[in-house]
C-alpha cells in the first residue's frame, strides 16, 4: 500500500524515529549539538501588511549580556542548543528588528548619531528553548532602559515566547526560527514603549 | 490528507515501545568501595532551564484508543494544546519570578548536601547549564578528577500547578572510556556504564489549591511570586536534606523501604511506600525519594 509505504514517512518521521531511539539509546545519542547563529529573521507579516518606516533613531549605549552560561540556549532531549558565540552581533541583528516596528537602532557614539537622539542600553538576561512531550518553547527575557532629553525614562523587562509542536524535526532552523519568534514578541512591545521618546 | 496519514503514522512508530532489555539498570546505591575514587571525583552542578519549567499530563488518547492513526493524532494535538496553555499559565510566574536566582540555590544546595557525607568530597565542584550528553561527556574530557559527580538539579510546576517541584538528579560518571566503547566517549553515560545514579525529589504544594491551573498560577505568582520563591527554596533546602541520605543508602535499606509492611500511598501525585508522614508532610520511597509537603 503506498500510504503506509516507508518512503511516505518522509524525512521528517525518520529523524524523529532516529531522535527517539537515540534518547533509549545514550551511547549512540547526537554527538552534536545545534548551533545558533547570530541572525534574526522577523517573523512573515501577511502579505498586504503596510511597512513601517522607522520615524526615529535609538542609540544603543550598551548591550551586555547577563546570562550566567552565555554559551548555552537549551537543552532539548539529549542534545544541547549553542547560543551564538559572538552576543553583540546577535543583539544587533535582533535590534534591527526595531526598523520594521518604526525605530531605528544606532550603535555607534553619540555625534554620529546626534546629541539629542534617545539612548538606551539592552540587558540579555534569557534566552533559552525547552522541550516538553512533543513540543518546545522558546523564551526570550530583555530589560531596557532608555531615556531622551525629555519624556518619562523606561526601566523594563521584555519577554517573548514561541512555543511550537515538534512533529517533523528539531532541526536547527526550526529552533533558530523559535528562538527569533520569542525575540520578535519582545521587540513588538519594546517598539510600542520607544516611540513616545522619538517625539520628546 | 496525506500529510496527516504520514504524521499519525510517524507517531504510532514513535510511541510504540522500545525494548527495553538491552538497558542495564545503573547501581543506585554507592557501595562502600565505591566511595573513594582513585584519583578523586569532582562535581558538577547542573540546571540545564532559563526559567521555571511547565509540565503537561502526556495524553493517553492514543493507549485508550489502542493506538492507530486517529490516535496518535488526538493525542499529538491535545499534548501540543496542553503545552500551549500551561505555556501560558507559566508567565505571569515567571515574569514575577524575574531575578530569582535559582542556579545559586543549586550550587548552595550541593554544598550543604555534600558537608554532610564525608566520603564526598569533591577535588573540585563547577557549574555548567550543559545537561546533554555531549556536552558532559566533554565535561569529563576535561577533568582532572577520575570520575564526575553530576548533580543536575531540575525545578518546574505540576501539571494543575497546585505544586512546585525540585529534583536533583545524581549520576557518577567515569572519565575512562570502557574499552568496549572507545569509540563513542557519550558511552560512559549510558546507563549501564555510569558507576550510580540516584535521584530525590521534593514537591511544595500550595495549602489550598484552587480549581485551575490559572487560579493556581496566579496564588503563586502573587506578591511579587513571594509563595513561588518561598517554595522553590524550600525544595532546594528539602532536596539538600534528601541527597546525605540518597548518597548513604545501602542496598539493605533500600531493602527495607520496599518492603511490604510499608504503606502503599500517593502524594504530590506520586505513588510510593510511605516512609514518614506527619501532618501535612509525607515521605514516600518510590525507587528514590520523595518529599511532600505544603509550602511555609
Same mark, same amino acid.
Request: proline content about 5%; some cysteine; hydrophobic content about 45%.
Given at each position: ?200 | ?102 542556579? $545559586? =540555590?543549586?550550587? !548552595?544546595?550541593? /554544598? @550543604?548536601?555534600? +558537608? ?6 569533591? *577535588? ?123 548518597? $548513604? =543508602?545501602?542496598? !539493605?535499606?533500600? /531493602? @527495607?523501604?520496599? +518492603? ?6 500517593? *502524594? ?29
Amino acid at each position: 500500500m503506498r500510504l503506509v509505504s516507508l518512503r511516505s514517512l518522509g524525512r521528517g518521521c525518520a529523524l524523529l524515529l532516529l531522535a527517539q531511539l537515540a534518547a533509549h539509546a545514550p551511547a549512540s545519542a547526537k554527538r552534536t549539538q545545534a548551533q545558533l547563529t547570530a541572525t534574526f529573521k522577523d517573523r512573515a507579516y501577511p502579505a498586504g501588511t503596510p511597512k513601517t518606516e522607522p520615524g526615529c533613531t535609538i542609540r544603543f549605549a550598551s548591550l551586555v549580556d547577563e546570562r550566567r552560561s552565555p554559551e548555552m540556549a537549551g537543552v532539548i532531549g539529549k542534545r544541547g542548543v549553542l547560543a551564538p558565540a559572538d552576543s553583540q552581533a546577535w543583539l544587533r541583528a535582533v535590534l534591527g528588528g526595531l526598523e520594521a516596528r518604526g525605530i531605528r537602532p544606532a550603535f555607534e557614539a553619540a555625534p554620529a548619531a546626534g546629541p539629542a537622539t534617545p539612548t538606551a542600553s539592552l540587558m540579555l538576561q534569557t534566552a533559552w528553548i525547552a522541550s516538553t512531550v512533543v513540543t518546545y518553547s522558546a523564551n526570550v527575557v530583555l530589560r531596557l532602559q532608555a531615556s531622551a532629553p525629555a519624556g518619562a525614562p523606561i526601566d523594563r523587562m521584555y519577554r517573548g515566547r514561541v512555543s511550537r509542536t515538534a512533529y517533523w524535526s528539531g532541526g536547527v532552523d526550526t529552533l533558530q526560527s523559535a528562538m527569533d519568534g520569542a525575540f520578535a514578541d519582545a521587540l513588538d512591545a519594546m517598539a510600542a514603549d520607544l516611540k513616545p521618546l522619538c517625539g520628546a | 490528507m496525506k500529510a496527516l496519514l504520514n504524521l499519525g503514522l510517524c507517531l504510532v512508530l514513535v510511541a510504540a515501545p522500545l525494548g527495553s532489555a538491552a538497558i542495564a539498570a545503573p547501581k543506585n546505591v554507592v557501595e562502600e568501595p565505591a566511595r573513594t575514587v582513585a584519583g578523586g571525583r569532582a562535581v558538577q552542578v547542573l540546571v540545564a532551564q532559563a526559567e521555571i519549567k511547565s509540565d503537561i499530563n502526556p495524553s493517553n488518547i492514543a493507549v485508550i484508543s489502542g493506538g492507530g492513526l486517529l490516535g496518535g493524532l488526538l493525542s499529538a494535538a491535545q499534548n501540543a494544546s496542553r503545552t500551549k496553555k500551561a505555556e501560558t499559565a507559566i508567565e505571569p510566574l515567571r515574569t514575577a519570578l524575574t531575578g530569582f536566582d535559582a542556579d $545559586a =540555590l543549586a550550587l !548552595e544546595t550541593t /554544598k @550543604t548536601a555534600l +558537608a554532610e557525607t564525608a566520603w564526598m568530597q569533591p *577535588a573540585a565542584t563547577g557549574f555548567s547549564k550543559d545537561s546533554s550528553l555531549l556536552g558532559k561527556s566533554t565535561q569529563l574530557d576535561a577533568a582532572t578528577a577520575a570520575q564526575i559527580a553530576f548533580i543536575e538539579y531540575s525545578y518546574d510546576v505540576s501539571p494543575d500547578f497546585s505544586s512546585i517541584r525540585v529534583v536533583a538528579k545524581v549520576e557518577f560518571a567515569n572519565k575512562a572510556v570502557p574499552a568496549a566503547s572507545a569509540a563513542k566517549p557519550e558511552s560512559r553515560l549510558s546507563p549501564k556504564n555510569l558507576a550510580y545514579a540516584q535521584s530525590a525529589t521534593s514537591i511544595i504544594t500550595l495549602p489550598t489549591p484552587g480549581a485551575d491551573l490559572d487560579a493556581n498560577a496566579a496564588m503563586w505568582a502573587a506578591d511579587g511570586g513571594k509563595a513561588a520563591r518561598a517554595a522553590i527554596a524550600q525544595g532546594f533546602a528539602e532536596v539538600g536534606k534528601l541527597l546525605p541520605r540518597t548518597l $548513604a =543508602l545501602t542496598a !539493605e535499606d533500600i /531493602k @527495607t523501604m520496599s +518492603a511490604k509492611d510499608k504503606k502503599k500511598g500517593v *502524594a504530590g501525585g506520586f505513588s510510593g511506600r510511605i516512609q514518614e508522614s506527619t501532618g501535612a508532610q509525607t515521605l514516600l520511597w518510590s525507587g528514590a525519594f520523595i518529599d511532600v509537603r505544603p509550602v511555609s
